[in-house]
């Protein structure tokens, strides 16, 4: 495994792309050389404190409790992040909270109820993790879809409502549009992997010095849970969102559109 | 029901279809608190028809069972031909058809669900005059036919021409005396017949 750790040399050295970077901002003004300089220790020292942190959650001798704990502490940190990247979704922390821990929970039920891999710290942290986080782009997106699908087609939905339909129904067409382009990406995503890049798992494992082909196969497992996870999130999204978009006596409610 | 653009008239309308609900006061029907009613029920008694016409994917044969799943060939018929339709265009894609022949879709749409009384939300000003007096003659009928219809518009001509009753909105409230005298009597200029107000409604009703 020596060949797999850089060292704080190996680390220092990376960091000459930094000072390429900050360079070419003073050079052409852009007056981001702070920003980055920020974002270069801030993104050490978080991933320092988890590295800490890991190396208690993935001794053997720990109990895996603190893994789940772990767990828990990320599905709440997920639902912060997605409401602050889309806080013009009613009640998108709630939504948030359901999603990911429903998705959470399948996905981990499927790696470790039936045996994929033995419950142990080392392999529950970084599996949450990754269905976590992906779950947070693909429920922001969800939202947005949602919430935009509703806005640009105000006039039909409040048309079929004026008809006597349920707002279950009079959604119905456009909450399956954008559960479809919300879903779209990752199904793209699943098709095109390993065609134009090597997803981070994969390559963290053959730098590691797995066998590739291990490495593909864990990666491909961990692509087909993501894709369950997405598919679960944005039905829970669309289902929870859309229930909120109306009031109970079949009014659509006035819709902010989000900002970017 | 007449009235300079944004004086609440599109807003009266919604109210009275449930779209929207009362921050203070009481609408009623038939002497009943909207809010005692089902809302679904009734929009389908009270049925509603926009200023701009809202097609559905699909034929019209599509869009007027989207009213009623369960209607037969000859309603969606009479409820075309009340509208001003022959039979023909059930069959025709809604998104091809012309302004006027969208209106009157979503206007036989409506009839589907057999409503009581009819509310149309300034429903020609998108219309050219001659399909514009066609619609016109359309709603007369229909009321004739002892279906009470509230026809929004700002173009007093046409109040003239249609209405049995008038209203008179101005800024958020119902005109009454020499207010509702002076509108009427065309002094205002806001009276004409032109479509370039019809946004500021929708912004008045957005909020």
Known sequence: ?260 | MVGPSGAGKTMLLRLLNRLEVPTAGEVSYRGRPLDELDPLALRREVGMVFQRPAPFPGTVRDNLLVADPDAGEDELVAALRSAGLEARFLDRSADELSGGESQRMCLARTLVTQPAALLMDEPTSALDPDVRRRLEHTARRLADDGRPLVWVTHDLDQCARLADAVVVMIAGGVATGEDRDRFLAGDSETGGDDDEDDDEDEEARRG
């Open chain 1, 1 to 260: 495994m020596d060949s797999s750790a850089i060292g704080w040399s190996g680390l220092a050295l990376s960091l000459t792309l930094v000072a390429v970077a900050v360079g070419l901002s003073l050079w052409r003004g852009l007056r981001l050389e702070k920003d980055m300089l920020w974002a270069t220790g801030r993104a050490l020292v978080q991933l320092l404190a988890v590295g800490y942190l890991l190396v208690f959650v993935v001794d053997p001798d720990t109990p895996v409790a603190w893994a789940w704990v772990w767990v828990v502490v990320m599905v709440g940190v997920a639902s912060l992040t997605a409401r602050r990247r889309a806080p013009e979704v009613p009640g998108i922390l709630g939504l948030t909270l359901a999603a990911t821990s429903t998705s959470a929970a399948l996905s981990l039920f499927v790696v470790f109820g039936l045996g994929v891999y033995p419950v142990v710290g080392r392999a529950v942290v970084p599996i949450a993790g990754m269905m976590i986080g992906n779950s947070i782009g693909s429920i922001v997106v969800a939202c947005r879809r949602v919430i935009g699908e509703m806005a640009d087609h105000r006039a039909e939905v409040e048309a079929r409502l004026a008809l006597g339909q349920p707002w279950q129904d009079a959604s119905k067409p456009f909450v399956r549009v954008a559960l479809r382009t919300a879903m779209t990406s990752q199904i793209e995503n699943t098709k095109a992997v390993g065609l134009v890049f090597l997803p981070g798992a994969m390559t963290g494992l053959i730098l590691a010095g797995a066998d590739p082909v291990d490495a593909v196969l864990v990666q491909a497992a961990i692509m087909y849970l993501i894709l369950g996870c997405v598919a679960t999130n944005v039905v829970i999204i669309g289902l929870g969102l859309s229930r909120r978009l109306f009031t109970p006596d079949h009014r659509l409610v006035r819709l902010a559109r989000a900002a970017a």
